[in-house]
């Protein structure tokens, strides 16, 4: 599920976006784990990885119009 989509379902639902963003995060990190298994990364990298990818989604969050 794309962040936009849950922003828009939690709206929907007159939740605040954190939640949102917590579900987001924690499916994201599922997903890098199992590759960094699946590609034998260092846990480092998938730290990296997942911290990058929190910014992304973070700066798209930030920038969206409501």
Known sequence: M????IVVQNMT????P??????LYS?????IVAQSRTAQETKP????IM???MQ?????Y???KV
Not at 2 to 5: K, Q, Y
Not at 18 to 23: K, T
Not at 27 to 31: G, I, P, R
Not at 56 to 60: K, R, T
């Open 51 to 53: 911290v990058k990818k």
């Open 45 to 48: 990298d998938a730290a990296r």
């Open 2 to 5: 794309e962040l936009e989509e």
């Open 56 to 60: 992304d989604s973070f700066e798209s």
């Open 18 to 23: 954190l939640p949102a963003l917590q579900l």
């Open 27 to 31: 499916k994201e990190l599922e997903e």
């Open 13 to 16: 639902a007159q939740e605040t």
């Open 62 to 64: 930030c920038s969206m």
